[in-house]
């Protein structure tokens, strides 16, 4: 699955983020609110003439950011190729494309189980070899395994991060640092977000250290633009749904045991350092692509 972003934010002294445009044919869904017209080609959302913000050919930032695409299969080898294509057709003064941010849900259905785990080839090198740039990578629910009555993909099995994050070392193209971490391109800083632990962290305190991260990594930077990236969404018009209310399950809220299934850690976590303090959110989980209207 692709998220694409036409561009950032809309403060007129920034300047335009670029990204490639393309569409993974097996998405499940495909819902796209609108912000001022939809194109009528592409079918995303723009922002009005007077709010586009200005092009700066010395200060463009230009990516694809893309998730839930750990299943080794025929589709992820298409979306390989064409993202490829897509970057190798840009030819202006900043040809093709930088990086990729990928939002997790990298290894269906349970992660990884060792460093050496061929699925890092499997359904990651191997899909994406055409494309000869870094991959800022994020975990997701997947990522962390949990199997519960054959269905895999609770997230409660942690200790699982840690292959991911020791794969950096192994990979040209590879890049986790950390489970939650920031990076700096040009004017914009990335900020990769462990959304898997805040989602538990009501019951675990998972969580407990990436609040102060955030708040220091935000007070310290200077960068024009600040975009976040992670793998569960804020709000989402797919299946899974808001933040604080996810799959529809709002109708426990009374029930304490309820707050991991409905989100609340990740819906805390986005009202203090997301809404507000970042220009852009971009995440996966909802296997669709949507263009949300600023809100929280």
């Not at 090198?125 to 991959?135: A, M, N, S």
């Not at 633009?225 to 569960?232: M, Q």
Request: hydrophobic share 35%.
């Amino acid at each position: 699955m692709l998220f694409l972003i036409p561009l950032a934010c809309q403060p007129a002294e920034k300047y335009t983020i670029d990204s490639a445009e393309v569409l993974n044919d097996s998405a499940e869904e495909e819902e796209i609110p609108s912000v001022g017209e939809a194109d009528e080609e592409s079918g995303i959302a723009v922002p009005e003439p007077e709010d586009q913000p200005v092009s700066n050919p010395e200060s463009v930032v230009r990516f694809v950011a893309m998730g839930d695409g750990g299943e080794g299969n025929t589709a992820q080898y298409d979306n390989g190729q064409a993202v490829a294509d897509v970057c190798a057709a840009k030819e202006d003064d900043r040809a093709g494309c930088e990086f990729v941010l990928y939002l997790g849900d990298n290894f269906y259905d349970a992660g990884v189980e060792s460093v050496h785990d061929n699925q890092f080839d499997l359904k990651f090198e191997f899909p994406y070899e055409p494309l000869d740039i870094p991959f800022y990578v994020v975990l997701g629910n997947h990522d962390y395994g949990g199997c519960l009555f054959g269905n895999c993909g609770t997230g409660w099995d942690f200790e699982l991060s840690q292959y991911q994050v020791e794969y950096t070392n192994y990979s040209d193209k590879w890049t986790m640092p950390s489970e939650y971490y920031t990076f700096e391109k040009e004017h914009v800083t990335f900020f990769g977000l462990d959304t898997n632990a805040m989602m538990w962290d009501p019951w675990f305190d998972s969580a407990e250290d990436q609040y102060p991260w955030m708040e220091e990594a935000l007070a310290s930077s200077t960068s024009s633009w600040k975009i976040a990236f992670g793998h569960h969404p804020y709000i989402s018009n797919g299946r899974h749904g808001n933040a604080g209310t996810y799959e529809g399950l709002d109708w426990l809220a009374d029930w304490s045991v309820a707050d991991v299934p409905l989100g609340h850690g990740v819906k805390d976590f986005m009202d203090l350092y997301i809404c507000g303090q970042v220009d852009l959110y971009l995440s996966g989980h909802d296997h669709n692509r949507q263009w949300l209207e600023p809100t929280c």
